[in-house]
C-alpha cells in the first residue's frame, strides 16, 4: 500500500508554483543581451522543488514542508486522504518543465522558455486554483493503459 497524503498539500504547492512559474515567465526577456536572471534563479528553485518531491519524495518538497509545519495544524484533518503516488509523478512533470525551461535559456531560445514556462504555470494553476491536477490525470491515464 502506498503512503497516503492529504490532499490539501499538494494544491497549496501548486499555488506557490504558480506564482513563482508567473514571476518567472513575466522576467524572460527576448533579445540580444537580454537578462533572465531572475527567471533563471526561480525556475532553478523549482526544479530543485519539484526535484525534491520526486526524487526523495513530497515529505522533502519545501512547499509540502511549509504546508504541513504552518498551514494543515490551522485546518484541521482533512475529511479524506489520497495517494501519494500521483502527485509524486506530477512533481516529475513539474521536474521536466523546469528542466526543458532552463535549457532553453541557457540556450538563449526565449520564445521556447516563454511557452514552456507558460505550459508550466498553466498546470499549476489548473492544480491550484480547480484542484485539477493535469500530472496526477497522467499518471492515472499511463496506470490503466499498463493494466490493460
Known amino acids: 500500500m502506498s503512503k497516503q497524503i492529504d490532499p490539501r498539500?499538494?494544491?497549496f504547492g501548486a499555488a506557490i508554483?504558480?506564482?513563482?512559474?508567473?514571476?518567472?515567465?513575466?522576467?524572460?526577456?527576448?533579445?540580444?543581451?537580454?537578462?533572465?536572471?531572475?527567471?533563471f534563479?526561480?525556475?532553478?528553485?523549482?526544479?530543485?522543488?519539484?526535484g525534491l518531491g520526486t526524487f526523495v519524495g513530497l515529505s522533502a518538497q519545501p512547499y509540502g514542508i511549509v504546508y504541513r509545519k504552518f498551514v494543515a495544524p490551522?485546518?484541521?484533518?482533512?475529511?479524506?486522504?489520497?495517494?501519494?503516488?500521483?502527485?509524486?509523478?506530477a512533481q516529475f512533470v513539474g521536474f521536466l518543465f523546469a528542466a526543458a525551461a532552463l535549457v532553453a535559456l541557457l540556450l538563449g531560445a526565449t520564445v521556447a522558455?516563454?511557452?514552456i514556462v507558460a505550459l508550466h504555470l498553466a498546470a499549476s494553476f489548473l492544480n491550484a486554483v480547480f484542484d485539477f491536477c493535469l500530472g496526477c490525470q497522467m499518471y492515472l491515464i499511463g496506470k490503466r493503459i499498463l493494466n490493460n
Request: aromatic share 2%; charged share 15%.
Open 113 to 115: 522558455a516563454q511557452i
Open 41 to 50: 534563479v526561480l525556475l532553478t528553485v523549482q526544479l530543485v522543488a519539484h
Open 74 to 89: 490551522r485546518l484541521g484533518k482533512p475529511s479524506e486522504l489520497e495517494d501519494e503516488n500521483p502527485p509524486r509523478f
Open 17 to 39: 508554483t504558480t506564482v513563482v512559474v508567473a514571476v518567472a515567465l513575466a522576467g524572460i526577456h527576448s533579445g540580444t543581451g537580454a537578462n533572465n536572471t531572475l527567471s
Open 9 to 11: 498539500g499538494p494544491r
